[in-house]
């Protein structure tokens, strides 16, 4: 099984007394487990773990002052997931989803599912429902949506990447996300280290539930599931921001890594068309 180190850093100017809601700790789920990890904030400044909404993000809220704050963290990270033969993975009917996931089939700030349910019946509403279908989706934002850093902001929804057809990884998840719930499969966002990313940086990508289990799914295909560690899960990724400033601080670095350890099994071998990947 692999495991994963995985760090993070951000080094802020702050102009005012300002309250910081930082989201960089892994979580923690029977399919990662965390071997240790450290949290530092320099100088010390007065700060909260607080475990928010119903996943239980792992934030902490920080109380400064003005100067420079740098924020470090950095953690070891042992996956144990569940792999499933992808054909063989079949969509949850309805009647038969749990009352936890449901919430996940509704519209969201970034995911206007109900706005797009005629498109996303038109593209992939006669294919299969399983496994193959989501994969399907996530080929056809590859294919259409092109990545580029600086195309959208922090106001950009699915609609709006599909209609200029530019984004980042937020992007690609939210319209996949998107497409999934218009479509009667619960999906959520994540939000994560992933290893192989170029460059290095946090990484957005989605769940799915099918078969009684959320499956990991990347539409960037810029990173292997197999190396994919999550921070935090929502609605989308208004739920999971890395950095929620109230007051005024500005962000001067950020550096952001994930590698396989030494002797850990080999991340990147698994092809997402056949290997269905759960580590919720």
Known sequence: MPTIAVASRLVYEVAQPTTLLVNVAVATTPRQSIEHERFTVKPNVPQTHLPVGEERNRFVRLSLEPGEVDISYEARVRLEPVTEDAPSVEQTDYESLPPQVMSYLNPSRYCESDRLASYALAEFGAMEANYERVDAICDWIASHIEYRGGTTTALTTACDVLLQRTGVCRDFAHLGITFCRALGIPARYVSGYACHLDPPDFHGFFEAYLTGRWFLFDPTRLAPTSGL???????????????????????????????????SETVGEDNAAEVAVSTA
């Open 229 to 263: 560690v999550r921070i935090g899960v929502g609605r989308d990724a208004a739920d999971t921001a890395f950095a929620t400033i109230w007051g005024v601080a500005q962000l001067k670095e950020k550096t952001v890594s994930a590698e396989a350890v030494i002797g």
